[in-house]
C-alpha cells in the first residue's frame, strides 16, 4: 500500500446503491474504463458487492456496485438485500441512483426509508438524462429535494458520458484525505475468476432473454495459464434450476451454448490481454436459490458481510 496521506491525497469507499436497472453497472464500467460489471436489461444483474477501483494523481475512488434494493422473495434475494444494507454502513459517501425516465415510485420510496438510519453523505445521481426533456428533470429534481436532505443532487447519463467528470470531482470533495487502498494500475479487487464468471453470465442472460430468469450461475470448474502457447484455459459450468431451462440454454444441437461461449470469450480474451480456450457445461440444480449449501458453493457468501 501507498501511504500519500496528508499531502492532500483523498482516498475512499463509494457505495452506489439503487432500484434494480438504473445504470449502476453502466456507470461503473464507464469510471474505471472497462468492463469489471455485468450489465443486462433484465433487473437484478449484479449479485455481490462489486470493486472498482479509479486511481487520479490526486486520488484514489473505490466504488461498490450494490445488488439492486428491492423486497426479497427468495434466500438468494435475503442475501442480496443483506449486501446493498450492510455496504451503506461501512462508506464514506453513497451515490442513490435513480433512472431519470421512470421517476419517483414505491422502490424509491423503499430505498429512502433505508436511508433514514444512514448517517453517510448522500448524493442523488439522476441517470439516463439523455432520454428525458429537461422540463421533466427540473421536476424530478424538486420532487426529491422534498424526499430527503441529499447533499448534493447530479444529473448524468453513465452510457453517454454527460457529467461524469463533474460528479467525481464532486465526490472528491466529500472524501477524507487518505493512503492510496490498491495499486495505481488495479481497477477492481474482484479476482479474474469471478469476473470471468460474470461475463459468461452476462453472455447467458442477454442472450436467452426473458426465457432464463435469475436461476442461473457461472461455476469456474478451472482457470489454467498455458505458457508454453500463451493462452488461458477456462473450464466452466452453467447451473440452471430445470431441465427446460438446461435445453435453452444448450439450444439446437448446441448452437446456444456455442454462441454464449463465443461472445464470452471475446470478452474474456480482452480481460486478460491473451488468447482464452473455453469450454462450456451445463448443469441443473433444482432449486438452488433456496439452499443455502448452493448458494455458498456458487460463491453468494454470508460470513462475508
Same mark, same amino acid.
Given at each position: 500500500?501507498?501511504?500519500?496521506?496528508?499531502?492532500?491525497?483523498?482516498?475512499?469507499?463509494?457505495?452506489?446503491?439503487?432500484?434494480?436497472?438504473?445504470?449502476? @453497472? =453502466?456507470?461503473?464500467?464507464?469510471?474505471?474504463?472497462?468492463?469489471?460489471?455485468? /450489465? @443486462?436489461?433484465?433487473?437484478?444483474? =449484479?449479485?455481490?458487492?462489486?470493486?472498482?477501483?479509479?486511481?487520479?494523481?490526486?486520488?484514489?475512488?473505490?466504488?461498490?456496485? =450494490?445488488?439492486?434494493?428491492?423486497?426479497? !422473495?427468495?434466500?438468494?434475494?435475503?442475501?442480496? /438485500?443483506? %449486501?446493498?444494507?450492510?455496504?451503506? !454502513?461501512?462508506?464514506?459517501?453513497?451515490? +442513490? /441512483?435513480?433512472? #431519470?425516465?421512470?421517476?419517483?415510485?414505491?422502490?424509491?420510496?423503499?430505498?429512502?426509508?433505508?436511508?433514514?438510519? %444512514?448517517?453517510?453523505?448522500?448524493?442523488?445521481?439522476?441517470? &439516463?438524462?439523455?432520454?428525458?426533456?429537461?422540463?421533466?428533470? *427540473?421536476?424530478?429534481?424538486?420532487?426529491?429535494?422534498?424526499?430527503?436532505?441529499? &447533499?448534493?443532487?447530479?444529473?448524468?447519463?453513465?452510457?453517454?458520458?454527460?457529467? %461524469?467528470?463533474?460528479?467525481?470531482?464532486?465526490?472528491?470533495?466529500?472524501?477524507?484525505?487518505?493512503?492510496?487502498?490498491?495499486? #495505481?494500475?488495479?481497477?477492481?479487487?474482484?479476482?479474474?475468476?469471478?469476473?470471468?464468471?460474470?461475463?459468461?453470465?452476462? &453472455?447467458? *442472460?442477454?442472450?436467452?432473454?426473458?426465457?432464463?430468469?435469475?436461476?442461473?450461475?457461472?461455476?469456474?470448474? !478451472?482457470?489454467?495459464?498455458?505458457?508454453?502457447?500463451?493462452?488461458?484455459?477456462?473450464?466452466?459450468?452453467?447451473?440452471?434450476?430445470?431441465?427446460?431451462?438446461?435445453?435453452?440454454?444448450?439450444?439446437?444441437?448446441?448452437?446456444? *451454448?456455442?454462441?454464449?461461449?463465443?461472445?464470452?470469450?471475446?470478452?474474456?480474451?480482452?480481460?486478460?490481454?491473451? &488468447? %482464452? +480456450?473455453?469450454?462450456?457445461?451445463?448443469?441443473?440444480?433444482?432449486?438452488?436459490?433456496?439452499? #443455502? =449449501?448452493?448458494?455458498?458453493?456458487?460463491?453468494?457468501?454470508?460470513?462475508?458481510?
Amino acid at each position: 500500500m501507498n501511504n500519500t496521506a496528508g499531502n492532500g491525497f483523498k482516498s475512499g469507499f463509494i457505495s452506489i446503491i439503487g432500484r434494480p436497472n438504473v445504470g449502476k @453497472s =453502466t456507470f461503473l464500467n464507464r469510471v474505471v474504463g472497462q468492463k469489471i460489471a455485468i /450489465m @443486462s436489461d433484465k433487473p437484478q444483474t =449484479t449479485r455481490n458487492k462489486v470493486q472498482g477501483v479509479l486511481t487520479q494523481d490526486d486520488s484514489q475512488l473505490i466504488f461498490i456496485d =450494490t445488488p439492486g434494493i428491492h423486497k426479497p !422473495k427468495h434466500k438468494l434475494g435475503d442475501f442480496m /438485500m443483506k %449486501v446493498a444494507q450492510n455496504t451503506l !454502513k461501512e462508506v464514506d459517501l453513497v451515490l +442513490f /441512483m435513480v433512472n #431519470a425516465e421512470e421517476g419517483y415510485g414505491r422502490g424509491e420510496e423503499f430505498i429512502i426509508e433505508k436511508l433514514q438510519s %444512514v448517517s453517510t453523505p448522500v448524493f442523488l445521481i439522476i441517470n &439516463k438524462i439523455d432520454l428525458i426533456h429537461p422540463d421533466k428533470l *427540473l421536476q424530478l429534481i424538486e420532487g426529491y429535494k422534498e424526499k430527503y436532505n441529499f &447533499k448534493e443532487i447530479v444529473p448524468i447519463s453513465a452510457l453517454e458520458g454527460n457529467n %461524469v467528470e463533474r460528479l467525481l470531482g464532486q465526490i472528491k470533495e466529500y472524501l477524507p484525505e487518505g493512503p492510496q487502498y490498491y495499486p #495505481a494500475d488495479q481497477v477492481t479487487d474482484h479476482p479474474e475468476r469471478f469476473i470471468v464468471s460474470e461475463l459468461i453470465r452476462e &453472455k447467458a *442472460l442477454h442472450l436467452t432473454r426473458e426465457e432464463i430468469p435469475h436461476s442461473l450461475a457461472v461455476v469456474i470448474e !478451472k482457470m489454467e495459464r498455458k505458457p508454453e502457447n500463451k493462452t488461458v484455459h477456462v473450464m466452466a459450468t452453467i447451473v440452471v434450476e430445470r431441465d427446460s431451462q438446461k435445453g435453452i440454454i444448450i439450444g439446437k444441437q448446441g448452437s446456444m *451454448l456455442k454462441e454464449i461461449g463465443k461472445r464470452a470469450r471475446l470478452d474474456i480474451e480482452n480481460l486478460l490481454g491473451t &488468447k %482464452v +480456450f473455453l469450454e462450456l457445461w451445463v448443469k441443473v440444480q433444482k432449486d438452488w436459490r433456496n439452499r #443455502a =449449501t448452493h448458494l455458498r458453493d456458487y460463491g453468494f457468501r454470508d460470513d462475508e458481510y
